[in-house]
């Protein structure tokens, strides 16, 4: 292809993934399978592989985070980006109406309220329709540059569609809220405990940590999202006046036009009476949402009112917030009780004298761990602060009055087997490793038998409990030699239910090899992770006999999985399972395997030195998906070693071993 057709094939390519990237992320109603989107991206990956010259930096490519940066610049805001007054009294909106009546005695308004997000304040700028630079709010004169990570953000449009023509010739500011929401919140703390990390509090904490990235490739997986609120022409460098769009729920709308995800759960009032049963409502209601919520923000809809209006130092006269009571209550300890999980950590659990929380009654909070029990200073009996987070479960904040001295020891053995708990190097958790501990193996099967891993419908906790009870398995692997015969005499089970059952866990022989990976239980391995693997071992034997350096050469593999992994395929329970399932047919396959066509490194192994143009992940990545593999080091196996500018040792290692040494253009080459 030459550089003329490659040039309008991106741009095709470009448009297509943006337009299905909107489907997806901003107006939740995809038009494709991610299968389908991934090779579009794919293509235009590779496109851009080999006609460099043409990638931008606003590439769709770029979601999946580029190159890291080395500091947070300075960003000046064209206009101070303001805070809120705020009041949890619902009495003082109308004192605040009250007040804007007096100052405006002849206008006529209406309010504008809308769902105040619990994430942290941006600005995003757009010259001639493309984003250009992102920025926190900081001190609201100036804030970080985070450009990089809030390119990952699939719902920040990296370039305008239908720009109003009012715009397509300034400069303008989308100013929003990039928040978690609870569904990623929740994926990060599973991974960061089953990591042996603290837990962030909150999804605003994981989101500000989460742009504090320098390395956008770990924004990128965090699943931050945006919603715009305010639109910000300028005019010769300065904000426009207010003429551009007569209102916020004009601007609103032309926001939505232009692809930006603004929230929908707002209303146009007449009066406070309305603003008041608004705020009531979402009160209520708040707990049914996907993200976050603090309080409502109540806005004068009229921009010129707006203007008029002004504002005092910090905060505009014409808004207010109304925050929600916090979602705390003081309660007493009743009980610190030991639960066993999955992967044998044993984690103490509050057992509280029932409270009742944001409308909520809550009678159990977490503990984590240990180290959580030092650091609260907490025993049965104290009285403590409970508060009901993004979290499915509340969590203990302090002891309020300390009733019992000392701190809650945790027992020594497994609540559940009796077997003495270890607590290994640099781990928060404390574990029974005994591996036919019940609740273990009971657990194991659950996750086997769960929606992500296997997903046999049918086997749900209660069944598996029977099936252990009456002794029917011994590990996952025995679910295959079930027979209805065995399963009729079970409690609550009829015939046809138990041929269904049957005929479910048949069925999931065929699963995706990464549902498999995932299935097995491998600490560290999330989905994710699992199908990474699949990606690059394409059946259970391979996977079985890797190396921990040729795991951790895998991108997004750390050592600590990477361990993990080569652990559970020498330990000889795991090997008799696995050697259970494959001797029971499992015939699972990777349904994203790259078409044969492409595998054209299968076998090969490259390592890359010295600086290329390319990102290095993105490098490597082009070689896992034709199927070779990348490793860190230079042995006599490499078969290339693709060396940029100021190559390191690798270069003179791999001339010292003969491997054969290859140009970033040579590598290009390669790929097509
Ligand atoms: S309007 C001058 N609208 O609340 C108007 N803010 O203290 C500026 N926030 O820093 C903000 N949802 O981070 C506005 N729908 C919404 C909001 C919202 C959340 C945050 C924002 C701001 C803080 C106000």
Redesign the pocket.
Known sequence: MDIRRAGNRIKELVGQIEYHNRKYYVEDNPVISDYEFDILLKELAGLEARFPELATPDSPTRRVGGAPIKEFRPVRHVSP????D?TYNKGDLSEFDGRIRRLVPDARFDYFV????????ASLTYEGGKLTVAAT?GDGLTGDDITHNARTIRSIPLSIRNIPESLSHTRFHV?G?IFLPLKSFEKINDERLSGGLEPFANPRNAAGGSLKQLDPGITAKRGLDF?A??LVPEDAGRPASASMFESQSKSMEALEEMGFKV?KLHKTCPDIGCVVDFCNDWEDKRAELPYEIDGM?I?VDDLRLQVRLGSTGK??RW?I?YKFPAKQATTRLNDIIASVGRTGAVTPVASLEPVRIGGVTVSRAALYNADELERLDINVGDIVLVERGGEVIPKVVKVVEKKTPGVFKLPDNCPSCGGGLVREEGEAATRCINTSCPVQFQKNVEHYASRGAMNIEGLGPKVIDLLIGAGLIGDFADLYKLKTDDLVPLERMGKKSADNLVDNIEQSKGRPLSRLYYGLGIRHVGGRSAEILAARFNSLDDLLKAEVSELEAINEIGPVMARAIHDFFREGHNINVINKLKAAGITNSEERKAPEAHRNFAGKTFVFTGAISLPRADAEDMVKSRGGKVSSSVSRKTDYVVAGADPGSKYSNAKKLGVEIISEDEFRNMLS
């Not at 980006?81 to 809120?84: A, I």
């Open positions: 980006m303001l805070s809120l705020n809308e769902l105040k997000i619990d994430g942290i304040a709010r100013r809220e919603f609120y305010q929230n923000v806005k905060s505009p808004a917030s």
